[in-house]
């Protein structure tokens, strides 16, 4: 099937790529020439595992083409994927201009029947808006406006595409139904769940989702605070939980919270988008509230341990806002390092692909191509994503490096029991703070004079 792709970012390209992969003539469109080159060289202008292959594959085998052009893009398909931004505004409420110009251009290079897919995650009545703009810019088209929104994890975006777990589309078009049925057969084959509603509930239902998951992180951040005034491990009680299959284990890490340009920006949309038709739905912004509190907390435990920040070294371990991508936008890593810059401490990232764009959001911070460069006489070091690697850190070699030897783990990556092992002050989120032993503070060599 002919498919035309307009927005080629986080979620139109993995979108792009999987749909070529399945065997579909796939063409892609963005205004910026470098990246459309660089795209047809079968590489993405972002870290994503897996992606440069699919890219590749798709390119080489002449069925994923990018342009500049939107008539050799979105003429002749029969299928046209929206999945441009939809940044906050101010008041919180996501900007639909991109959304509109997409329109414009989809109505200028469109002709006959053609399907038009809104990917990007909107407020509900966004496709009902859509349609009518469609046939406003051209009256002469019959477009059967369907929602579909994206499920896609950065860092398992390839995965998600090729396996998702389901496939929503709303919609009121029976030929636009049957259009999206034979697109995605192929994947609904290897057993992704198919569901149809109206346009209004599959729009609802992204938002939904992204607001649920984002109150289980928020929970499990408050129970983290209660643990930690309770001496209780919050790990223990999410595992404990998560075993009751009505509650699920997923999305109950407690940490530095959520980041990302979803979450963030999709539940403030949500919120005001209930708002506007009338609900208060004053949960989200207790979740959000929450949110904040996790990286204030990380900051308040640095602060008390290290008395004055104003000339203190910190390492932060991890920049992106979770691992598996190089995207630094809304990361928490980067709140903190701004709350720890701000007072007077100097900070030195460690982030295997985010280093650049987290460079670029913070000036002020400065960036290691190694994690023992970052921690070399730094007064102490915060894991702020769990990237695997950190899992393998040197523990001995860590703590004869730093000034130090502190680490407030934002993300729970270490044992408790293997810290209490070396020299550490090792104070994680929600769980019972390690401290080194007498023994172990005096160091070998003083003998039993302390005893
Ligand atoms: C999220 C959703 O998971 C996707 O289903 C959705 O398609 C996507 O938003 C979107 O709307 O485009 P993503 O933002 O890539 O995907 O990342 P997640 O894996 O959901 O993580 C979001 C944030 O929550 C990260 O900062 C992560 O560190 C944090 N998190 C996640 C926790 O703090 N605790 C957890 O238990 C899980």
């Not at 792709?5 to 390209?13: A, E, F, N």
């Not at 369907?146 to 389901?166: C, I, K, T, W, Y």
């Not at 569901?195 to 408050?222: G, M, P, Q, R, W």
Request: glycine share 8%.
């Amino acid at each position: 099937m002919r498919v035309a792709i307009v927005g080629i970012g986080h979620v139109g390209l993995p979108t792009a790529a999987a749909l070529a992969h399945i065997g579909h003539d796939v063409r892609a469109i963005d205004s910026d020439g470098a990246k459309v080159a660089m795209l047809g060289d079968g590489r993405s202008p972002f870290y994503e595992p897996g992606l440069d292959d699919l890219i590749s594959e798709g390119v080489s085998g002449g069925r994923l083409k990018f342009s500049t052009e939107p008539a050799q893009v979105i003429g002749g398909a029969a299928v046209v994927f929206i999945c441009v931004g939809t940044p906050p505004r101010a008041s919180g409420e996501a900007s639909l201009v991109a959304m509109e110009r997409a329109a414009e251009t989809i109505a200028a290079h469109s002709s006959g029947d053609v399907v038009v897919v809104q990917k990007s995650t909107v407020p509900t009545g966004t496709a009902t808006r859509l349609g009518e703009h469609l046939s406003r810019y051209n009256p002469n088209v019959r477009f059967h406006v369907v929602s579909n929104p994206e499920f896609l994890r950065e860092g398992h975006a390839v995965e998600d595409s090729l396996r998702p777990v389901r496939i929503l589309v709303g919609g009121d078009s029976q030929l636009a139904f049957e259009v999206m049925r034979e697109l995605y057969a192929p994947v609904v084959a290897e057993g992704a769940k198919w569901i149809e509603t109206d346009v209004n509930t599959a729009e609802l239902a992204k938002h939904a989702s992204n607001a649920f998951l984002a109150t289980k992180i928020s929970f499990a951040n408050a129970l983290a605070r209660v643990c930690e005034l309770a001496d209780a491990d919050v790990v223990a009680v999410a595992d404990a939980m998560g075993s009751d299959p009505r509650i699920g284990r997923a999305f109950l890490d407690a940490g530095l919270g959520y980041g990302g340009y979803c979450f963030p920006k999709d539940l403030a949309s949500f919120e005001r988008l209930s708002s506007r038709l009338g609900y208060d739905f004053g949960l989200l912004r207790e979740v959000a509230r929450v949110n904040e509190e996790a990286v204030e907390s990380a900051f308040k435990k640095i602060e008390q341990e290290l008395w004055n920040l104003e000339d203190k070294r910190i390492a932060l371990l991890g920049l992106s806002f979770k691992p598996g991508t190089d995207d630094t936008r809304f990361a928490p890593s980067l709140e903190l390092a701004r709350r720890l810059i701000d007072a007077g401490a100097h900070v030195v990232g460690y982030d295997p692909e985010a280093a650049e764009n987290a460079r670029a959001e913070v000036p002020q911070l400065e960036t290691v191509d190694d994690v023992y460069s970052a921690l070399r006489d730094a007064h102490c070091a915060v894991v702020a994503t769990e990237w695997d690697e950190f899992n393998d850190l040197d523990l001995e070699k860590t703590a004869e490096l730093m000034a130090f030897p502190i680490i407030v783990d934002g993300r729970n990556v270490f044992d408790r029991a293997e810290m209490a092992r070396h020299p550490f002050t090792y104070l994680s989120t929600g769980r019972p703070p390690v401290r080194p032993s007498r023994t172990e503070r005096r160091g070998p060599e003083q003998g039993d004079q302390w005893a």
